[in-house]
């Protein structure tokens, strides 16, 4: 989990394009107490700052989760007289049962804290932000600030409010260009347009200008590529499994 939160944020914090006042924290080590952080300085010179705290917990045992509870919420300063300190605590089932576990989630919420469940199609977007991050390719930053893949997180939304997603990416439209005054050449067919939504956009084909597109079924089954060396094999299969896990899709890859 950690890993997968931090690369949620690291890509939220790049869709932002230049915007150098939220930073990530490293991830947590041997002794975990919480699973992510996103800090927002707001005066460097006072070292004053926003936090938004994460925590997993998936304990059954109801002393476990207590104490998982109790040592997360110690360490964001959450209901310290600030709206400044946020924390999410993520779970999927039910808090143990126990009134000693009923009282403290109580207390937590009261105190600003709340319990997020993380959908599936959550867990698929970051485990295929984390590879991306991984990888490291050289256009992923162009990337993440076109597609914006972080937009579709619940956890994140829950977390940020609508705010977080949508003052940035209004104030980051391009401009539209001038209308050239000469005879404009014929463009390229938009791919993503011209394709239903029940196939996958591959890309153009360079001679006839048709767009090259793979059915979503068909990826139920298998696929080969064959090519030469330095023709985009990886290129391909790489775009192949963002777009399957952006739709909720699930490869397996061998």
């Known amino acids: 989990m ?3 939160l931090g690369a949620a944020l690291t890509a939220w914090i790049a869709e932002r394009d230049g915007d150098q006042s939220y930073t990530c924290d490293p991830p947590p080590g041997r002794h975990v107490v919480l699973h992510a952080r996103l800090r927002q300085s707001l005066d460097r010179t006072i070292e004053d700052e926003r936090h938004w705290a994460f925590r997993a917990i998936a304990a059954t045992n109801a002393v476990a989760a207590q104490n998982r509870i109790k040592k997360a919420w110690s360490a964001t300063g959450l209901g310290m007289g600030s709206d400044r300190r946020q924390l999410l605590l993520l779970r999927n089932s039910a808090w143990p049962a126990g009134p000693k576990t009923a009282q403290l989630v109580d207390d937590f919420q009261r105190a600003g804290g ?3 469940a993380i ?3 959550d867990i698929r ?3 295929a932000l984390r590879d991306l991050i991984g990888e490291d390719p050289a256009e992923l930053g162009s ?3 076109a597609r914006r893949p972080t937009h579709g997180l619940t956890i994140l939304r829950e977390a940020l409010g609508d705010s977080g997603f949508t003052s940035d990416a209004t104030a980051q439209q391009p401009e539209p260009e001038p209308e050239a005054q000469t005879e404009a050449a014929p463009s390229e067919p938009d791919v993503e347009d011209e394709v239903p939504d029940t196939a996958l956009p591959l890309g153009v084909d360079i001679r006839s200008g048709t767009t090259v597109s793979i059915d979503l ?14 023709s985009g094999k990886t290129v391909l299969i790489r775009r192949l499994v963002e777009e399957c896990a952006l739709r909720g899709g699930v490869l397996n890859c061998a």
């Open 2 to 4: 950690p890993e997968l």
């Open 114 to 116: 709340r319990t997020v």
């Open 119 to 121: 959908p599936d199609d």
């Open 125 to 127: 977007t970051m485990t």
């Open 143 to 145: 990337w993440l600030r």
């Open 217 to 230: 079924a068909a990826l139920r089954k298998h696929v080969a590529i064959f090519a030469g060396t330095g």
